[in-house]
């Protein structure tokens, strides 16, 4: 998939997940056009929710080949609104600047996150947790477990998740990967910066 294709579904990957039921139409018709494996299929098919199932497949999709984005968009039939959202990014050049919209120092964007600042980070993430931390490479098994495990509260399950991503990642858990997720799932710049303070 075309690079350009991949930052406009990374851009609007929270967007999307909310907006689309990707079981109805958009599956079977990126099955159809052998887009998806039957195995993906089934895969997306048996999360949970609707939310989860369109995170999965936009998961997928950059990894299915250069003819993948395009037909995701006639898949869009029924969502017109989220099609001519995806369309108008393609068209809207970026802003002068847009890039620097995370104004840290090599130093902090390059270390491991404290567990202050991963407990202050989870506080103020609220119902993007979960897209964040799917972004971070969490299973959506591990998802389930950290919100079973923390059913009552929101930032304990978070922070759950954050713990065992850093865990999992070690050195490569940076502040710069939380901040590529953090801006996949459209959380503003001041959030992170917050945190770090």
């Not at 909310?18 to 895969?43: R, S, Y």
Request: glycine fraction near 4%; charged fraction near 25%; hydrophobic fraction near 40%.
């Amino acid at each position: 998939m075309d690079p350009v294709h991949k930052a406009v579904l990374r851009k609007h990957r929270v967007y999307l997940s909310g907006e689309l039921l990707v079981c109805d139409t958009i599956v079977p018709f990126l099955f159809q056009e052998e887009v998806l494996t039957e195995a993906q299929v089934e895969d997306i098919e048996s999360l949970a929710t609707n939310r989860l199932k369109a995170l999965r497949l936009l998961d997928l999709l950059p990894t299915r080949g250069p003819r993948a984005f395009h037909c995701f968009l006639r898949s869009l039939e029924d969502f017109s609104w989220a099609r001519d959202r995806l369309q108008l990014e393609l068209q809207t050049p970026p802003e002068p600047g847009s890039t620097d919209v995370w104004q840290l120092p090599d130093s902090v964007l390059r270390r491991v996150p404290s567990d202050q600042e991963l407990s202050r980070l989870a506080a103020r993430l609220g119902a993007e947790w979960e897209s964040v931390l799917m972004d971070l490479g969490l299973s959506a098994e591990a998802l389930f477990r950290c919100r079973a495990d923390h059913s009552l509260s929101t930032h304990g399950a978070a922070l759950a998740g954050l713990v065992q991503w850093r865990r999992s990642e070690g050195r490569r858990a940076t502040v710069q990967r939380l901040l590529q997720s953090l801006q996949a799932a459209e959380v503003h710049p001041s959030v992170l910066q917050d945190v770090l303070q």
